[in-house]
C-alpha cells in the first residue's frame, strides 16, 4: 500500500485530498521538526535499557518498597527471571491488597516463589523483630540480593512529621530503616558461601547533590523537605560506604575474600506516587493540573520500568563482581560521585555513632512504652476476671434466693395430702 502511494505521488504529483497545509514543504518540514524533536526529547528523558542479563532461578531477593514505582517494576523484572522474592511490606501477608497483588505477580510471572513479609519501616521495633529472625536460622539463610526501593517524601510547604517513635519521617524512613536492617543482617551477608554472588543494591536520588552537611544537625526551623529528603539520601550512600569498607576488612572462616558488594543507583526522574506527590504538592489542585498537563510528565519523566533499568543492570552485570563494591551506577553505567563526604572516613564514624545512638536510646523508650502497656492490659484482664468471678457469684447468689423463693411458695406434702383428703 505504502510503495503505490508513493510512486503515484513522485509520477502524478501529491494527491488532490491532502489537505493544503500538507501540500507546503515548509509547513511540512515543521510538523516532522517538533514530532521528530518530540520523539527525541522522549528517548533521551527514558534513558538506557539495561544491556545485562542474568539468570536469577534460585537466588533469594530481599526487597523494600516493592509494591509499587520502581520497586514494583523491579520486583516483576527479578521475579520474570525465577528469582525468589522475599516482599518488606507494611501491611501483614494476609492484607487482601498485598495477597491479590502477590497472587497477581505469581501468575503473570510463572513464579510461585514470591513472598510477603510485614515490617513497619517506621519503626524499630519491626524492624528489629524480622531481622533477628530472619538471622536467627541454623545453617543461615541463604540471601543472594537486598535491595531498598523504599522511600518516602513530603510535598513541598507542608508540616515536618514524626513517626510514632518520634523520629523524623523521611530521616527514618528513608536512611535510619535501612541502616537498622543492615546492621542487623550483615552477619547474615558475611555467612554467605564464598562462591556467591552477593549484593546490596542502595537506590539513591542526585537530590544528595544539595544536601546540607551531615556534620550539621538540621534543626526544625531550618528544615524543608527539600532539604530533609536530600539529607536523608546522602546519610544513606555515606553509611553505604561504610558498610562496605566493614565488609571488605572482615575476615572469612574459611580465609577467602568478601564476596558482597554494595552498589548504588540512581535510577533518575520517574513518573512513580512519590514524585507525583512532589510534582503536586499533595493537594486536589496540583493533582487536577498534573492530569491536565500530563503529556509534560510523560514526555520528561521516565517511567517505572525505564527507572528500573539502572537497578537491573547494578543486579545482573556480570562485569561489576569483579572489582571492589561501593560503585555509584546511573543509566546503567558507572559514574563519580557528586560529593566527596561520601568517602569521608570521618563524616562515617560520627554518623554511625550517632544512628547506633538514636536507634538504642529510641528502642529503650519503646520497650519502655511496651512494658507499660503490657502491665496495663494484665491489670485490665485481671480487674476483667474479678469482674467475671463476681458477676458469676452474684449470678450464683440470685439463682440461690430464688430457688428459695419458689420452694416457699410451692406446698410441702402434708399440705397436698390435706388437699387430697379434703
Known amino acids: 500500500m505504502p510503495l503505490p502511494f508513493i510512486y503515484e505521488t513522485f509520477v502524478n504529483g501529491i494527491p488532490e485530498w491532502v489537505p493544503g497545509w500538507a501540500r507546503d514543504p515548509w509547513t511540512l518540514f515543521q510538523v516532522v ?3 521528530g524533536s518530540l520523539y527525541l526529547i522522549k528517548m533521551y528523558s527514558s534513558g538506557r535499557t539495561n544491556p545485562a542479563e542474568k539468570n536469577m532461578h534460585g537466588r533469594v531477593v530481599m526487597i523494600t518498597g516493592g509494591t509499587s514505582g520502581i520497586g514494583a517494576a523491579t520486583t516483576r523484572e527479578l521475579a520474570s527471571r525465577g528469582a525468589q522474592i522475599v516482599l518488606l511490606t507494611r501491611l501483614p501477608p494476609s492484607n487482601p491488597f498485598l495477597a491479590d497483588y502477590i497472587g497477581e505477580l505469581r501468575e503473570s510471572t510463572k513464579n510461585e516463589m514470591i513472598y510477603a513479609e510485614q515490617v513497619d519501616l517506621t519503626s524499630t521495633h519491626s524492624i528489629r523483630q524480622f531481622a533477628t529472625k530472619w538471622i536467627d536460622n541454623s545453617p543461615p539463610r541463604r540471601l543472594d540480593m537486598i535491595i531498598l526501593c523504599a522511600a518516602t517524601l513530603i510535598p513541598p510547604g507542608k508540616a515536618r512529621t514524626q513517626t510514632d517513635e ?103 526522574l520517574a513518573r512513580t506516587p512519590g514524585m507525583r506527590r512532589w510534582l503536586t504538592r499533595g493537594s486536589i489542585l496540583g493533582l487536577s493540573v498534573y492530569l491536565v498537563s500530563y503529556f ?54 560520627q554518623l554511625w555513632e550517632a544512628s547506633e545512638k538514636l536507634i538504642e536510646k529510641t528502642e529503650k523508650e519503646q520497650a519502655a512504652l511496651r512494658a507499660l502497656e503490657k502491665k496495663a492490659r494484665e491489670e485490665n484482664e485481671k ?13 450464683l447468689a440470685a439463682a440461690i434466693k430464688k430457688g428459695k423463693k419458689e420452694a416457699e411458695k410451692k406446698p410441702s406434702r402434708k399440705q397436698r395430702k390435706q388437699a387430697n383428703n379434703s
Open 33 to 35: 521538526a517538533v514530532l
Open 166 to 268: 518520634g523520629i523524623e519521617e523521611m530521616w527514618m524512613v528513608n536512611y535510619l530503616a535501612n541502616f537498622h536492617l543492615l546492621s542487623i543482617l550483615s552477619p547474615a551477608l558475611r555467612a554467605q558461601p564464598f562462591d556467591r554472588d552477593v549484593r546490596v543494591i542502595i537506590p539513591t536520588c542526585s537530590s544528595y547533590i544539595a544536601s546540607p552537611p551531615l556534620t550539621d544537625a538540621l534543626a526544625k526551623k531550618q528544615w524543608s523537605p527539600k532539604k530533609a529528603y536530600a539529607r536523608s539520601k546522602l546519610a544513606l550512600m555515606v553509611f553505604g560506604q561504610a558498610l562496605q569498607k566493614q565488609l571488605d576488612v572482615y575476615k572469612r572462616p574459611d580465609g577467602l575474600p568478601m564476596n558482597t558488594r554494595v552498589f548504588f543507583v540512581d535510577p533518575g
Open 296 to 349: 509534560l510528565p510523560w514526555l520528561l519523566l521516565k517511567s517505572p520500568e525505564m527507572g528500573a533499568q539502572s537497578i537491573l543492570y547494578a543486579a545482573m552485570e556480570a562485569s561489576l563482581v569483579r572489582g571492589p563494591g561501593g560503585k555509584l551506577i546511573k543509566e546503567c553505567m558507572e559514574v563519580d560521585y557528586a560529593r566527596m563526604e561520601i568517602k569521608n572516613e570521618e563524616v562515617a564514624k
Open 383 to 395: 480487674q476483667k476476671k474479678e469482674m467475671e468471678k463476681k458477676e458469676e457469684i452474684e449470678a
